[in-house]
């Protein structure tokens, strides 16, 4: 029975252009080996390039030496180690809050965070296009979930008025959305949510290390220092390491120390990478303004030959670019087909985006050449044009 349940499962979404597979990469950076191939990796969302840098490389390599290779245990129990404090020094910097925590993934500081915080009686306010593991977190809570339109803030305010004004509200939603590298409308709703007195959360994923001046995130990015309560971002990003964190105040992350569920049951991070991600915070704290000048040079460059191509319609702000394809089969079909002329880039489809609205998703990095994003731009009107 479970056999024939799970063939089943498979069978209807290769039948719907919607079966997943893992390629078999066997190098990582700007140029990868993937299905026996070199191709130029845009699929990527290492946005700085610092998964390579020499410094976060190196201060890996001596903790790994000196401490081992894994933290061997929960954090409470006995995964603290002096690289996981100095790294949640730096990201609390980083984030202009006082304090931070880490944890093993970005999907468990969303679980750990949005469970902490509310429970049945409450409500959560989440966009319609945040990450799986915003819907996952939600889920869980036993909060009462509502959905409101994406950067709608007068939605926001609609439904923030039919809730009770005694329960806390938590309203969550993204700095740069993941899908399409839209910027969150943080301004309309951060004046929502302080006109109903509710909390506010919001996922820097994508937008840590992205966006301008300095890489430090969506409040910087609008000159709001401070009006976000908990801030959430991922190490496995543009910090090209692995790993998630909160910030806050210390009374925030002493309570997810003690009730963040992810945290307490979970091994720590090992040491190297902590020491490697602590030193991709402190890169981005003292270099940031260059390091993003770099990356918006490439994301004008090859946002300004897609649109010239007509493949997209104005000039994105952030290093995702989405390439509406329409159809699932059609974007799987031209993602294979940009694989074989030397380019990897995602293909999104449901349940990533809505059924119908597949797309090539496009992660620009610091790293790409100029001429990478020239022939990219031209390979995917060339496929495009043939795969009808």
Same mark, same amino acid.
């Given at each position: 029975m479970l056999e024939a349940r799970i063939l089943s499962m498979l069978e209807a979404a290769k039948e719907e252009g919607l079966l997943r597979r893992v390629l078999a990469v066997e190098r990582r950076g700007r140029l990868i080996r993937a299905d026996g191939r070199e191709v130029v990796n845009f699929a990527s969302n290492d946005y700085l390039g610092l998964a390579f840098d020499e410094q976060v490389v190196e201060a890996m390599r001596e903790a790994a030496l000196r401490e081992g290779a894994s933290s061997t245990a929960s954090r409470l129990i006995c995964g603290d180690s002096p690289q996981l404090r100095s790294l949640e020094e730096n990201l609390a910097a980083l984030k202009h809050r006082p304090a931070a925590l880490a944890l093993p993934s970005g999907y468990h500081a969303n679980i750990a965070a949005i469970t902490t915080l509310t429970t049945q009686g409450d409500f959560i306010l989440s966009d319609q296009n945040n990450h799986a593991s915003i819907i996952d977190a939600c889920r869980l809570s036993r909060a009462t979930t509502l959905i409101f339109r994406h950067n709608d803030a007068q939605h926001l305010d609609q439904l923030l008025s039919q809730t009770n004004a005694d329960s806390l509200r938590l309203v969550v939603t993204e700095g740069v959305f993941s899908t399409d590298g839209d910027i969150c409308a943080l301004e309309d709703i951060t004046a929502v949510v302080r006109r109903h007195n509710a909390v506010l959360m919001v996922d820097e994923a994508h937008?840590?290390?992205? #966006?301008?001046? @300095? !890489?430090?995130?969506?409040? +910087?990015?609008?000159?709001?220092?401070?009006? =976000?309560? /908990?801030?959430?971002?991922?190490?496995?990003?543009?910090?090209?390491?692995?790993?998630?964190?909160?910030?806050?105040?210390?009374?925030?992350?002493?309570?997810?120390?003690?009730?963040?569920?992810?945290?307490?049951?979970?091994?720590?991070?090992?040491?190297?990478?902590?020491?490697?991600?602590?030193?991709?915070?402190?890169?981005?704290?003292?270099?940031?303004?260059?390091?993003?000048?770099?990356?918006?040079?490439?994301?004008?460059?090859?946002?300004?030959? #897609?649109?010239? @191509? !007509?493949?997209?319609?104005? +000039?994105?702000?952030?290093?995702?670019?989405? =390439?509406? /394809?329409?159809?699932?089969?059609?974007?799987?079909?031209?993602?294979?087909?940009?694989?074989?002329?030397?380019?990897?880039?995602?293909?999104?489809?449901?349940?990533?985006?809505?059924?119908?609205?597949?797309?090539?998703?496009?992660?620009?990095s610091r790293s790409h050449t100029e001429q990478d994003l020239v022939e990219l731009s031209s390979a995917i009107a060339q496929t495009l044009k043939e795969i009808k």
């Open positions: 937008s840590t290390g992205t #966006l301008p001046p @300095r !890489g430090r995130g969506i409040e +910087e990015f609008f000159n709001l220092v401070g009006c =976000v309560d /908990v801030v959430m971002g991922t190490l496995g990003k543009a910090l090209g390491v692995h790993g998630g964190f909160l910030s806050g105040s210390p009374a925030l992350v002493d309570m997810l120390i003690n009730y963040g569920r992810t945290g307490i049951y979970s091994t720590a991070l090992p040491p190297p990478v902590a020491a490697a991600a602590a030193e991709a915070a402190k890169l981005l704290l003292h270099k940031g303004e260059s390091l993003i000048a770099e990356l918006h040079s490439n994301i004008k460059l090859l946002s300004r030959a #897609l649109m010239e @191509r !007509g493949l997209i319609n104005q +000039e994105p702000q952030t290093p995702i670019i989405a =390439v509406v /394809v329409g159809d699932e089969r059609r974007a799987v079909a031209a993602r294979e087909a940009l694989l074989e002329r030397g380019f990897l880039v995602a293909a999104l489809r449901y349940p990533t985006v809505p059924k119908g609205a597949a797309s090539l998703r496009i992660s620009v």
